[in-house]
């Protein structure tokens, strides 16, 4: 998930949990039953937790690797020859 994309996550997150919230509330209040609210909040797992494609769309250009000075990546030859 990219900066942007957390941004987005965290809006929807916020109007979501406003609107189904505010709903399931009203819907308890008037079963007298306060865990629709909790139900309608359960919902928006499916939204908003898992890393869907729409959170990639501006991925991050990480810096190129520096190289090892030594040539050999940091393995001694010790090694390569136990393998």
């Not at 709903?23 to 359960?42: A, K, M, R």
């Not at 908003?48 to 690797?65: A, G, Q, T």
Request: proline share 5%.
């Amino acid at each position: 998930m990219d900066y942007q994309g957390q941004k987005l996550s965290e809006n929807l997150f916020y109007y979501i949990i406003l609107l189904f919230g505010s709903i399931g509330w009203v819907y308890g209040y008037f079963l007298q039953d306060f865990t629709y609210v909790f139900y309608s909040w359960s919902s928006l797992a499916s939204c908003c937790v898992p890393d869907w494609p729409i959170y990639n769309r501006h991925p991050i250009k990480w810096l190129e690797s520096i190289p090892d000075r030594s040539g050999e990546g940091g393995v001694s030859s010790e090694t390569k020859k136990s393998k």
